[in-house]
């Protein structure tokens, strides 16, 4: 049967779906250091906090995926944004230390449900020749979502403290899941074989998951080193916190900017998945390079390819995971791909540190630069096999 592209309406809750997640992540881990007034006592137990939303998503996704192809993709969506606005309220009625630990673990929890069924859903209402548009639109809103969540998340802390924050996430997570419910359509799950632990080892190690999935979680990881990063070096190098700012505002709106592009271009058949991931993947090389170099110029230029390089990736690589993928098993693939972005997403922020720490931070820049440069090498090599 012949997939029809979406209509628009059937499209942009799952796109609110993915602001929500990124939103949520972002917005409480960029504010929770100076405004969780008796919750956050040192630096262990901040990065406790910070550390459970993506500790839940590395555990669940897979789990949730799994759940999205046996029940459906759209049950699992509107429970995990429901869940997601319980636990969001958990902390604006209860206001205390442990019911914050509590409240963002179960954010994560709920992130991990209804993230790789948006995904999944994005795949199931689109034919395959719009694969890449679609991705590059999700993955644009979520990058807006990354971007908006640190300055629009302190505006509320400042205006009304956490619980404000939680509030509107609570108020959002409602209203996203009323709009989805409304306007998604039920995609009943596809019959599918039995599948055997070791049938599923054999799909997971295949290079044509591995790839994308790789190239995924470089991107994610060099996204993270950007944003965490590269204010350190601008205040090493004397800079003032608006020079630092739009670094890491230039570096988001580079990615939100390409991906969309990418997808287009991936759809139009202008470019090619193995390509552009290649290309993606040593653009993002040379950014983790460039921000080895001195002052304001090598920053901003880290910026542009980091967040051109990821934007590449991103829509490219989903795309590529989906035709490599049965129909009734996106949801299994979707949230294995995620766990990989997480993995990213913590591992390459580690990396850097642990190397900074022992030398210099432009050695950690270094270190992950050559990383995502060994991918890039294997990227152009299978594109050229």
């Known amino acids: 049967m012949t997939v029809q592209a979406a209509p628009a309406r059937q499209m942009w809750p799952l796109y609110a779906a993915g602001f929500t997640t990124a939103f949520g992540a972002h917005g409480i881990a960029a ?30 996704k897979p789990v949730f995926g799994t759940l999205a192809d046996r029940v459906g993709a759209r049950p699992v969506l509107l429970g995990g944004l429901v869940a997601f606005a319980v636990a969001s309220a958990l902390y604006v009625l209860a206001d205390s230390p442990g019911w914050l630990w509590a409240a963002r673990l179960g ?133 003032g916190t608006v020079a630092t700012g739009a670094a890491v505002s230039l570096l988001a709106a580079c990615a939100a900017v390409v991906q969309p592009r990418a997808g287009r271009a991936l759809d139009a058949g202008r470019l090619t998945a193995r390509s552009g991931l290649a290309a993606g993947l040593s653009l993002t090389a040379a950014g983790l390079v460039c921000a080895m170099l001195p002052g304001l110029t090598g ?51 580690l990396l850097v540190a642990a190397v900074a720490s022992g030398a210099t931070l432009n050695h950690g820049f270094g270190a992950l630069g050559i990383l995502v440069g060994v991918g890039a090498v294997v990227a152009f090599a299978r594109r050229g096999g």
């Open 31 to 60: 504010n929770l250091g100076g405004h969780a007034r008796g919750a956050v006592t040192s630096l262990l137990v901040l990065g406790g906090l910070l550390a459970l939303y993506d500790g839940a998503e590395v555990l669940l």
């Open 107 to 239: 954010q994560g929890a709920a992130a991990s449900a209804f993230s790789p069924s948006a995904s999944a859903l994005v795949a199931r209402l689109n034919p395959a020749a719009r694969h890449g548009r679609a991705f590059g639109s999700y993955g644009f809103y979520k990058s807006v979502g990354y971007t908006l969540g640190p300055l629009l998340g302190g505006v509320l802390v400042w205006a009304g403290g956490l619980r404000l924050l939680f509030a509107v996430l609570m108020v959002l997570g409602v209203a996203v899941a009323v709009w989805a419910a409304l306007a998604v359509p039920v995609v009943p799950p596809l019959p599918k074989a039995r599948q055997t632990v070791l049938d599923l080892a054999r799909r997971l190690a295949d290079p044509a998951f591995l790839a994308p999935t790789s190239a995924l979680a470089a991107a994610t990881a060099a996204l993270s080193v950007g944003v965490g990063f590269l204010p350190v070096s601008g205040r090493a190098a004397g800079l």
């Open 299 to 349: 920053i901003l230029v880290a910026a542009a390819l980091i967040g051109v390089g990821t934007g590449l990736i991103t829509p490219l690589g989903f795309a590529a995971l989906v035709s490599a993928t049965p129909q009734e098993r996106l949801g299994q693939t979707m949230g294995a791909a995620e766990l990989g972005r997480e993995l990213g997403d913590a591992g390459g922020p």
